[in-house]
């Protein structure tokens, strides 16, 4: 059986009032003031205490901090390399202008010294 739009059915679940006492309610609970958790519960205007971890992770997220980090750790690797750069001037290699990797430089550094130390006590 059709029912036009006017009709109505006594049998029908609900009718065209309940429909719009549910859109009113909606509609209220949309446009109230009180922020609500998604669960229709009110949650707290003012933000919970944030832990001393928690400030600093929204800290770091920040694109300026990144920015900031990134080029404090540049300078830092720069120094770095420099001051491998003139560790490498003072050790004799074969040839002078040999491309050494750190942990060579290093492992020379400590050789040198090794053989330095032992030219003094003779």
């Given at each position: 059986m059709m029912l036009s739009p006017d009709?109505?059915?006594?049998?029908?679940?609900?009718?065209q009032?309940?429909?719009?006492?549910?859109?009113?309610?909606?509609?209220?609970?949309?446009?109230s003031d009180e922020p609500t958790d998604g669960e229709g519960k009110p949650r707290p205007l003012a933000?919970?205490?944030?832990?001393?971890e928690?400030?600093?992770?929204r800290r770091r997220a920040t694109a300026k901090y990144r920015?900031?980090?990134?080029?404090r750790e540049r300078i830092r690797v720069e120094a770095f390399n420099v001051a491998f750069g003139e560790l490498r001037k003072l050790l004799p290699t074969?040839?002078?202008?040999k491309k050494l990797s750190k942990i060579?430089?290093?492992r020379l550094a400590i050789c040198y010294i090794s053989y330095l130390n032992h030219v003094l006590d003779v």
């Open positions: 009709q109505t059915d006594p049998d029908l679940p609900w009718s009032s309940d429909a719009e006492t549910v859109l009113g309610d909606i509609k209220a609970s949309c446009l933000p919970q205490a944030l832990t001393r928690e400030k600093r992770r920015s900031a980090h990134a080029t074969l040839p002078p202008d060579e430089i290093l």
